[in-house]
């Protein structure tokens, strides 16, 4: 049997799988692809620099394990990493990194050439006296890493924001976009990582903002006819945040000064980090020059607690609070509500309120009465577990066979339909929906919502699967 780079590959692989944690397999080598062999070399395909780095920070020693024992010590393993560039070329930049020499080797910068409109703004119009002016940062100090509790549902990402608040505009991941559903934790991480970059660099001049704040600030701009300061105000922040950046879709003139100060920013270091509540390819109405950038540095997705974070995420907040609580009771609230953390903190917050004011104990009984209660007068978001199983159910078969592989007909279209709604019923990313329904990616996700809108509106059969299973998950 011939060694291929792939063969190779998947025997590395089957030994760093029982050396590490699944979360970490999945989510540091399940999108590196093998790529060729050459001269005892093997070639890997990563996502980002960013991977690159982390994967030289965080698992050299095991490749070099895995490699070694496939390849022998003269083994050499070769980076290709795959960026976007700025036209929406879509030939990769692609960058060599041999591995023998590791202590030499950093990846370079890409050189992307400027536009004449976009060279103009290295002199900006200087406003007198504005450097004078001390640019109060809009954070929020009781929002930090300390109490942002790592589970696998954010670990990615609280990752990404403590080497961001360690090197600020110095790692590959500029901008960082976290995204996710709502209250998940985005605007608290957003700010830990301001607060965090404060304390360690009290010079650079951070601002958080929200991105509605933002567009009102522009349009008084135009209205008082000074763009180029406001343009100019924003290019000498060091650390830039700003959350909620879907609210940009549609809005041109707001998207087009943001181009430029996010451009500017960028060539010159300083770091960008924004939140949104999906990821840039599910963004509409956003102009591809601008969810180009949003794409060079990491997007980082938030998703709902598993029932162990959730726990620690109470207890950590009673501690805080000064509160004692049963752990039966803390159990129990956290195996109910399981939306998100905003909700999950409310809830906690009423049964202590509950138990203060009408002089209760707190115990089982009450636990159920707030929780139901609150689960009652809270608009709730099916989980795409939930969604699979009743679409499965509607056509009499199991999950698994939702999920398969197979392209039978009906077994397609059902599959479809659990995608569509997934997308239509919850915040999840496409890449997300895709991930739980079959290990599918985004585009199969896009493409089915596009084929269940087509059926919808030409099949009468089809168009009643739709109606019935919208009753069914109708929340």
Request: charge should be positive.
């Amino acid at each position: 049997m011939s060694i291929t780079a792939q063969s190779v590959w998947n025997n590395c692989l089957n030994f760093i799988k029982d050396n590490i944690q699944p979360q970490a397999y999945k989510t540091w080598f399940e999108p590196i692809v093998a790529v060729k062999l050459t001269d005892n070399a093997l070639s890997v395909q990563v996502p980002s620099k960013f991977f690159y780095e982390w994967l030289e920070e965080h698992y050299v020693k095991i490749l070099k394990v895995a490699l070694t024992k496939e390849l022998g010590e003269t083994a050499k393993l070769v980076y290709i990493i795959k960026m976007e560039n700025t036209y929406g070329n879509k030939q990769p930049f692609t960058e060599r990194i041999p591995s023998s020499n590791r202590s030499s080797v950093k990846a370079q910068d890409v050189d992307v050439p400027l536009k004449n409109k976009d060279r103009e703004l290295r002199n900006p119009f200087v406003i007198p006296g504005i450097r004078n002016v001390k640019i109060e940062s809009q954070l929020n100090p009781n929002y930090n890493f300390d109490n942002f509790l790592e589970g696998d549902s954010n670990r990615l990402a609280r990752s990404a924001g403590l080497a961001v608040s360690a090197k600020p505009g110095g790692t590959s991941f500029n901008p960082l976009l976290i995204f996710g559903g709502v209250g998940l934790g985005k605007t608290h991480l957003a700010h830990a990582i301001g607060v965090d970059i404060k304390d360690k660099y009290p010079e650079k001049t951070v601002l958080y903002i929200s991105a509605e704040k933002f567009t009102q600030q522009y349009i008084d701009s135009v209205k008082k006819n000074n763009r180029n300061d406001f343009i100019h105000f924003y290019q000498l922040i060091d650390v830039l945040i700003i959350d909620d950046v879907q609210f940009l879709s549609g809005k041109s003139g707001t998207q087009d000064v943001f181009f430029h100060i996010f451009n500017h920013l960028h060539q010159n270091g300083k770091q960008v980090i924004l939140t949104s509540d999906k990821a840039p390819v599910d963004m509409q109405d956003i102009e591809q020059r601008l969810l180009s950038r949003f794409k060079w540095g990491l997007s980082a997705e938030l998703q709902t607690p598993d029932f162990e974070t959730r726990v620690s995420i109470l207890k950590n907040k009673l501690y805080r609070d000064g509160v004692e609580m049963p752990d039966d009771i803390i159990e129990y609230v956290a195996k109910n509500i399981k939306s998100n953390i905003r909700e999950l903190e409310g809830a906690i917050i009423s049964l202590i309120a509950q138990s203060s004011f009408n002089k209760k104990e707190i115990n089982i009984e009450l636990a159920k009465q707030v929780v139901e209660k609150f689960v009652k007068n809270t608009k709730r978001e099916v989980s795409i577990d939930y969604i699979q199983k009743v679409v499965s159910d509607y056509f009499q078969m199991d999950v698994d066979t939702l999920q398969s592989k197979t392209r039978k007909r009906h077994i397609v279209q059902a599959r479809q339909l659990a995608m569509f709604f997934a997308k239509k019923l919850t915040k999840a990313s496409l890449a997300s929906i895709g991930s739980q329904i079959g290990k599918r990616d985004h585009a199969t996700v896009l493409h089915a919502c596009k084929t269940v809108d087509n059926l919808s509106s030409t099949d009468k059969q089809f168009r009643k699967y739709v109606e019935d299973l919208t009753k069914k998950l109708s929340v």
